[in-house]
Protein backbone atom coordinates (compact mmCIF):
# COMPACT_ATOMS: atom_id res chain seq x y z
CA UNK A 1 0.00 0.00 0.00
CA UNK A 2 1.40 3.32 -1.04
CA UNK A 3 1.30 5.98 1.31
CA UNK A 4 4.30 8.57 0.68
CA UNK A 5 5.66 9.44 -2.26
CA UNK A 6 9.69 7.93 -1.95
CA UNK A 7 12.65 9.75 -3.86
CA UNK A 8 12.97 8.95 -7.72
CA UNK A 9 16.65 7.81 -7.17
CA UNK A 10 15.64 4.82 -5.16
CA UNK A 11 14.85 1.72 -7.08
CA UNK A 12 10.78 -0.01 -7.54
CA UNK A 13 12.35 -2.94 -5.53
CA UNK A 14 14.92 -4.27 -3.24
CA UNK A 15 15.26 -7.30 -0.69
CA UNK A 16 16.17 -6.73 2.97
CA UNK A 17 16.69 -8.65 5.99
CA UNK A 18 13.61 -8.01 8.09
CA UNK A 19 13.82 -10.46 11.25
CA UNK A 20 16.32 -12.99 12.65
CA UNK A 21 13.29 -15.71 12.65
CA UNK A 22 14.67 -18.55 10.81
CA UNK A 23 12.31 -18.56 7.57
CA UNK A 24 11.19 -15.62 7.73
CA UNK A 25 14.35 -12.85 7.45
CA UNK A 26 14.48 -11.74 3.99
CA UNK A 27 11.56 -9.23 2.97
CA UNK A 28 11.03 -7.46 -0.21
CA UNK A 29 10.47 -3.90 0.00
CA UNK A 30 8.21 -1.88 -2.72
CA UNK A 31 9.30 1.64 -3.27
CA UNK A 32 7.06 4.01 -1.56
CA UNK A 33 5.18 1.05 0.37
CA UNK A 34 5.32 1.09 3.91
CA UNK A 35 6.58 -2.05 5.45
CA UNK A 36 7.64 -5.42 3.85
CA UNK A 37 5.97 -8.16 2.43
CA UNK A 38 7.91 -11.75 2.94
CA UNK A 39 9.47 -13.77 0.63
CA UNK A 40 10.44 -16.97 0.32
CA UNK A 41 13.97 -16.65 -0.39
CA UNK A 42 15.72 -17.80 3.21
CA UNK A 43 16.87 -20.78 4.14
CA UNK A 44 15.91 -21.68 7.77
CA UNK A 45 19.31 -23.48 8.43
CA UNK A 46 21.73 -20.59 7.27
CA UNK A 47 23.15 -18.32 9.90
CA UNK A 48 22.27 -14.70 9.77
CA UNK A 49 25.18 -13.54 8.17
CA UNK A 50 24.52 -15.88 5.50
CA UNK A 51 21.05 -14.42 4.93
CA UNK A 52 22.64 -11.15 4.64
CA UNK A 53 25.01 -12.13 2.03
CA UNK A 54 22.10 -13.59 0.45
CA UNK A 55 20.14 -10.25 0.67
CA UNK A 56 23.39 -8.23 -1.03
CA UNK A 57 23.91 -10.95 -3.62
CA UNK A 58 20.14 -10.71 -4.45
CA UNK A 59 20.04 -7.14 -4.20
CA UNK A 60 23.09 -6.57 -6.72
CA UNK A 61 21.21 -8.76 -9.34
CA UNK A 62 18.60 -6.24 -9.22
CA UNK A 63 21.22 -3.05 -9.81
CA UNK A 64 20.51 -2.32 -6.24
CA UNK A 65 23.46 -0.38 -3.85
CA UNK A 66 24.03 -1.20 -0.12
CA UNK A 67 22.99 2.46 0.03
CA UNK A 68 19.72 2.51 -1.79
CA UNK A 69 18.88 -0.97 0.40
CA UNK A 70 19.56 1.06 3.27
CA UNK A 71 17.32 4.39 2.49
CA UNK A 72 14.61 1.54 1.35
CA UNK A 73 14.57 -0.15 4.51
CA UNK A 74 14.38 3.22 6.56
CA UNK A 75 11.65 4.12 4.39
CA UNK A 76 9.53 1.28 4.61
CA UNK A 77 9.87 1.43 8.27
CA UNK A 78 9.86 5.03 9.42
CA UNK A 79 8.23 6.77 6.50
CA UNK A 80 9.67 7.77 2.87
CA UNK A 81 9.80 11.37 3.88
CA UNK A 82 12.21 10.96 6.81
CA UNK A 83 15.89 11.97 6.54
CA UNK A 84 17.42 8.60 6.18
CA UNK A 85 15.13 7.48 3.39
CA UNK A 86 15.84 10.92 1.66
CA UNK A 87 19.45 11.37 1.92
CA UNK A 88 22.07 9.46 0.96
CA UNK A 89 24.25 7.29 4.11
CA UNK A 90 27.07 10.16 3.78
CA UNK A 91 24.51 12.74 3.95
CA UNK A 92 22.55 11.74 6.69
CA UNK A 93 25.83 11.49 9.01
CA UNK A 94 26.83 14.68 7.87
CA UNK A 95 23.15 16.51 8.69
CA UNK A 96 23.44 14.05 12.50
CA UNK A 97 27.32 15.22 12.85
CA UNK A 98 25.66 18.97 12.33
CA UNK A 99 23.03 18.57 14.74
CA UNK A 100 25.54 16.79 17.33
CA UNK A 101 28.22 19.54 16.73
CA UNK A 102 25.59 22.38 17.06
CA UNK A 103 23.92 21.45 20.44
Known sequence: MKT?????DLPEVCYA????T???RI??????????YPSDMDIEG???TEVHRRVERLNLRLGVTPAQASRMLAGSMFGWDTPAALLTPEEFATKCADRVEGA
Open 22 to 24: PGK
Open 27 to 36: GIINRGDLGF
Open 17 to 20: VVSE
Open 4 to 8: NTAPD
Open 46 to 48: DSL
